[in-house]
Nanobody
Framework: QVLLVESGGGLVQPGGPLRLSCVAS????????MNWYRQTPGKSRELVAL???????RYQESVKGRFTISRDNAKNTVYLQMNSLKPEDTAVYSC??????WGQGTQVTVSS
């Protein structure tokens, strides 16, 4: 059974940093492409960043230069380092794999 567990969300002031983690189990993590999505109430879930099994990364235009996705295959973990956070980054952030497995999500709130 595949399990994805996110952590690291919370309340942060505008301009601040936050790092999200997603620990995977029940899969061969190293061969899986991994994604970070986010969703706010009333909006569709949107892809924030992805990282392939070979380490290629892609970002949503609005987070380029501020967010960095990375992975540690030894720890079965994918990270999302978020810097220079803006109020519009407030959302529930979830990780997923290429096979439709999702974590429960972690809330990120950017507010002063």
């Amino acid at each position: 059974q595949v399990l994805l567990v996110e952590s690291g969300g919370g309340l942060v002031q505008p301009g601040g940093p936050l790092r999200l983690s997603c620990v995977a189990s029940g899969m061969i993590f190293s061969i899986n492409d991994m994604n970070w999505y986010r969703q706010t109430p009333g909006k569709s879930r949107e892809l924030v960043a992805l990282i392939t099994s070979s380490g290629i990364t892609r970002y949503q235009e609005s987070v380029k230069g501020r967010f960095t996705i990375s992975r540690d295959n030894a720890k079965n973990t994918v990270y999302l380092q978020m810097n220079s956070l803006k109020p519009e980054d407030t959302a529930v952030y979830s990780c997923s794999d290429a096979y439709g497995h999702w974590g429960q999500g972690t809330q990120v709130t950017v507010s002063s």
